[in-house]
């Protein structure tokens, strides 16, 4: 599955993938991006979003395979970081499981696990379906975007219905510890804002406990929107990461 890619820095620089929170696109990510310009960095657009809209539907091990698949051919070395925020922490979460090989080192904020059980996934699926569209707009004020950044960006991307939404809710909602992750040695830092709810606090704390080298942090006072909202912050946190160095004091243990 080829995936809308955008590409920026020095080819011969080591590369991240970021990927994207859900009814987002990489686009999202472009604060963070131009402030990483010692990194190549790739940034698709995950499946049945932004210009990987018709490539579908969504589901957690196509995309992550998708993923993969796009490390290979772009990379000369076959091995990135790898930044994920909320749908697309997840996404990194099975790219560790399933192809552990392509992973240098990770940053992912947001993530859930095992937060709901797989027979209410579809509820939730059946429940996007049938509600109102979601736009981009309103994801992207959230996020705390500016509010011409905002308007444009909503402009550049089509509404995404509830039909669409489906099977991105079935997908996220029911994701689980995928199979395999206990044998990823990549040292990767779980990241929460103290904010977020205890779901996500829980979440960190259990795959920070099956990762070898996993690392449970908070970004103290910050909600879910954080990585977008705190460009600069969340960019020495990820360089600090990177090139294993002091992370920013705001990045703290958990309480």
């Known amino acids: 599955m080829d995936l809308f890619v955008r590409e920026s820095g020095p080819v011969e620089a080591p590369a991240i993938v970021f990927l994207h929170g859900g009814e987002c696109?990489?686009?999202?990510?472009?604060?963070?991006?131009?402030?990483?310009?010692?990194?190549?960095c790739l940034v698709p657009d995950l499946p049945q979003h932004g210009e990987s809209s018709q490539r579908g539907p969504f589901e957690m091990r196509d995309a992550a395979a998708a993923v993969a698949e796009l490390i290979r051919s772009r990379v000369g070395t076959g091995r990135v970081h790898v930044v994920g925020h909320s749908l697309g922490a997840q996404v990194g979460v099975q790219l560790l499981a399933t192809e552990p090989k392509l992973v240098?080192?990770?940053?992912?904020?947001?993530?859930?696990?095992?937060?709901i059980p797989r027979l209410t996934a579809p509820l939730l699926g059946l429940y996007a379906r049938i509600q109102r569209?979601?736009?981009?707009?309103?994801?992207?004020?959230?996020?705390?975007?500016?509010?011409?950044?905002?308007?444009?960006?909503?402009?550049?991307?089509?509404?995404m219905t509830g039909a669409q939404l489906a099977p991105i809710v079935v997908a996220s909602a029911g994701f689980t510890l995928p199979e395999g992750l206990?044998?990823?040695?990549?040292?990767?830092?779980?990241?929460?804002?103290?904010?977020?709810?205890?779901?996500?606090?829980?979440?960190?704390?259990t795959l920070a406990r099956r990762m070898p080298n996993g690392v449970n942090r908070i970004a103290t006072g910050k909600r879910h929107d954080w990585p977008l909202r705190y460009a600069d912050l969340f960019s020495r946190t990820v360089d600090g990461w990177l090139?294993?160095?002091?992370?920013?004091?705001e990045i703290a243990l958990p309480g």
């Open 25 to 40: 696109s990489g686009r999202s990510w472009q604060p963070v991006v131009e402030r990483m310009q010692g990194y190549r």
């Open 104 to 115: 240098d080192r990770a940053v992912l904020c947001g993530t859930i696990v095992n937060a």
């Open 133 to 159: 569209p979601v736009t981009i707009w309103w994801n992207a004020r959230y996020a705390g975007m500016p509010s011409a950044e905002t308007e444009d960006y909503s402009g550049e991307l089509p509404v």
């Open 182 to 205: 206990d044998q990823s040695e990549s040292p990767t830092l779980l990241l929460t804002g103290a904010e977020e709810t205890w779901l996500v606090h829980r979440s960190a704390a």
């Open 243 to 249: 090139n294993d160095t002091a992370l920013p004091p």
